[in-house]
């Protein structure tokens, strides 16, 4: 019985065609992978884990302790630290940008083009502005071996007082 039963699960599986390389091309996992691979950061269940979280829905902004409570209502058992220490690695490698705000408050941002922020001072949300609203061709020249690496601005909103 067990003879048969091995040579049945033989044929099924050698009719399989072989796993390649493009297969799980658009498997967000696996591009997640990729994406960490790429920038020489290993692949380790904490990164995938915030990674998933960070990249899986679009670009946004986040702070870290926005993320540690998302990672909390997933079941992912991370610390504050490991959260902290993951965003900096990422945005040391190029994933995320770094949006300091009164050198108090830091959000990352997964959209890496160059592009402004909008912040709502009440309820301390960043929002992407679009860029053509903003005019940069009046940019002083940086100093001699100098070059710009990007501008950021934050246009601060609240609610007119009536």
């Not at 091995?6 to 696996?30: I, N, Y």
Request: with cysteine; glycine share 6%.
């Amino acid at each position: 019985m067990k003879e048969g039963a091995s040579v049945a699960r033989a044929k099924r599986t050698s009719s399989r065609k072989p796993a390649k390389a493009g297969d799980l091309d658009g498997c967000p996992m696996h591009d997640l992978r990729r994406k960490l691979n790429a920038v020489g950061l290993r692949p380790t269940r904490q990164r995938l884990r915030l990674g998933w979280l960070l990249f899986g829905s679009g670009d946004r902004h986040v702070t870290a302790e926005r993320l540690y409570e998302e990672a909390l209502a997933v079941h992912a058992p991370i610390s504050l630290a490991t959260v902290y220490n993951t965003l900096n690695q990422f945005t040391s490698a190029g994933l995320l940008r770094e949006i300091a705000i009164d050198g108090a408050k830091t959000y990352f941002d997964t959209n890496l083009a160059n592009h402004q922020h909008f912040l709502t001072e009440e309820a301390h949300l960043l929002v992407d502005l679009p860029q053509q609203l903003i005019d940069f061709s009046q940019l002083p020249e940086p100093p001699e071996g100098m070059e710009i690496a990007r501008v950021d601005v934050v246009v601060r909103l609240r609610r007119k007082q009536v």
